[in-house]
């Protein structure tokens, strides 16, 4: 099954607020309400920002948020900072026997 | 504090397999599914599977991998165990486990804890 799409880079400069999409089907992100948000940098393991479309972590910033409408998820960081430049993946629940996909991946620049 | 910590790197060859463990420690083991994704060089994450460490045991596989995959788990190590076989060289990847970010029997596929990842190399 096709992952989520997600774009392939996105930029922005410090104090700025921007937003990546992650777009799937009824099936998926239309579907349920199992969509995550991952933060990684280059070299060390995914760190979950945002599960369950909007709920964070415990100890996760709140300039990180999440949303959804329709099959296209959403993840908003506001107030950019230098350190948030990282790759963002999201992930989704499917009913297909796949069970969860992830997005190819959303390169993040903080200019 | 919660750790996942994961077994070392291994080189393989094609048609051979593959165990890779993560132990549990700084929280009650049987509290949260584990799930494994890996993710092949340059890359993006590819789910694996989940499995419920306590009593019920339960497993689900990713098509993708059905057939090959097998996670186990030993809750007197509190460690669980992801086993891939038939290995080809498209299966070069890091190989992550991660705690489900929900406790007691439900999970929502979202990881809160990760291990550091484990390099397994295929290549004859």
């Known amino acids: 099954q096709s992952a989520l799409t997600q774009p392939a880079s996105v930029s922005g400069s410090p104090g700025q607020s921007i937003t990546i999409s992650c777009t799937g089907s009824?099936?998926?992100?239309?579907?349920?309400?199992?969509v995550s948000w991952y933060q990684q940098h280059p070299g060390k393991a995914p760190k979950l920002i945002i599960y369950?479309?909007?709920n964070r972590p415990s100890g996760v910033s709140n300039h990180f948020s999440g949303s959804k409408s329709g099959n296209t998820a959403s993840l908003t960081i506001s107030g950019l900072q230098a350190e948030d430049e990282a790759d963002y993946y999201c992930?989704?629940?499917?009913?297909?026997?796949?069970?969860?996909?992830f997005g190819g991946g959303t390169k993040l620049t903080v200019l | 504090q919660v750790q996942l910590v994961q077994s070392g790197a291994e080189v393989k060859k094609p048609g051979a397999s593959v165990k890779v463990s993560c132990k549990a420690s700084g929280y009650t083991f049987t509290d949260h599914y584990f799930h494994w994704v890996r993710q092949a060089p340059g890359q993006g994450l590819q789910w694996m599977g989940l499995?419920?460490?306590?009593?019920?045991?339960?497993?689900t596989y990713a098509q993708e991998f059905q057939g090959r995959v097998t996670m186990t788990r030993d809750t007197s190590t509190t460690t669980v165990y992801m086993e891939l076989s038939s290995l080809r060289s498209d299966d070069t990847a890091v190989y992550y486990c991660?705690?489900?970010?929900?406790?007691?029997?439900?999970?929502?596929?979202?990881?809160?804890?990760w291990g550091r990842g484990t390099m397994v190399i295929v290549s004859s």
């Open positions: 499995i419920n460490p306590g009593s019920g045991f339960r497993t």
């Open positions: 009824s099936s998926d992100i239309g579907g349920y309400y199992y």
């Open positions: 369950e479309v909007s």
């Open positions: 992930s989704a629940y499917t009913s297909s026997r796949t069970h969860v996909l």
């Open positions: 991660a705690r489900d970010v929900r406790t007691g029997d439900a999970y929502s596929y979202a990881s809160d804890m």
